[in-house]
């Protein structure tokens, strides 16, 4: 292999790193107001990109683009693709499409054609769910990791082994257990996902639960407590505490514990882990 070869091997490398860790967007040493440049009309946008292209820049940057006599038409927006719907709406368009479906089955068919979560366009895959859905446990995460993305199931990682650790302490495994996430795509860089994404993913997590009809929910983590109960408060303020779940008439008692992804960094806090676990396994005694 040529010298080259190896280089150009070695950058190519470097840009899948950079991608994977949720790169979208390269930069040269002047500021710019990116969402001016993105909202100006075309003419604009060329002048600004041949300012960047200036003498004395570094050659990469210096790329001409053709003149316009005149401004192109603005471009047709398509509903469901991430850069054209706001988040509003494409909650809205998730809320509409989640009621219509009658199955779990359908709900994942209808998760992997669903183009309203910007996630979708760096994840992998769709993570869905695992474990048994007729199960009357349900435990819910905030979003897969880069293990879950690549198998294509929620909790695979150190934090699905340790998972399926504390689940073992109570006697329990995934046969009558039913694990998912409120958001079905890994974010880049194995972040929360924001707010924005929350909203937009929740009228599915929503329905997966109607569907699935479990007796409790444990929701693991801060991001999934807040999205499920509502609470504001944090992890530590919460875990250990039953909150209602209307879902119709019925309710389900949802219990708020720390992710197994915390405890992880935090060792220590496993014994509040434990005693959230212990509470589990009384409620499903029927005991608390």
């Known amino acids: 292999m040529g010298q080259s070869d190896e280089r150009q091997r070695d950058l190519i490398a470097n840009l899948d790193f950079q991608v994977e860790a949720g790169l979208d967007l390269f930069l040269d040493e002047t500021p710019h107001d990116r969402f001016s440049e993105t909202d100006a009309p075309e ?33 047709t927006r398509t509903f469901g693709q991430s850069a054209a719907a706001k988040p509003g709406e494409a909650a809205g368009d998730a809320r509409a499409r989640a009621r219509d479906v009658g ?49 294509g199931k929620p909790f ?28 079905p795509w890994r974010p880049p860089g194995n972040r929360n996902p924001t707010p924005q994404e929350v909203a937009i993913c929740k009228p599915f997590i929503e329905r997966q639960i109607e569907l699935a009809a479990p007796d409790l929910i444990v929701c693991l983590g801060s991001p999934a407590t807040q999205a ?18 209307q879902v119709g008439s019925r309710e389900i008692r949802a219990l708020a514990t720390l992710h197994p992804a915390y405890l992880l960094r935090q060792p220590l806090q496993k014994r509040l882990a434990w005693r959230d676990f212990r509470t589990l396994r009384a409620a499903l005694d029927g005991k608390a």
């Open 103 to 151: 199955t779990l089955e359908e709900l994942e068919a209808l998760l992997a054609g669903f183009d309203g979560c910007p996630l979708k366009f760096t994840a992998k895959n769709l993570v869905f769910a695992d474990g048994n859905p007729a199960a009357k446990l349900m435990f819910i995460g905030e979003a897969p990791g880069a293990d879950e993305d690549r198998i």
């Open 43 to 75: 003419p604009a946008r060329v002048a600004l990109v041949r300012e960047s292209a200036a003498p004395g820049r570094d050659a990469s940057f210096r790329a001409e683009l053709p003149q316009r006599d005149t401004a192109p038409p603005p471009p």
């Open 228 to 245: 499920i109960t509502g609470t504001k408060d944090g992890i530590l303020k919460a875990r250990g505490r039953f909150f209602p779940y």
């Open 156 to 183: 695979m990682g150190r934090s699905g082994k340790l998972l399926d650790r504390m689940m073992a302490a109570i006697g329990l495994d995934r046969t009558n257990a039913y694990v998912t996430n409120i958001v």
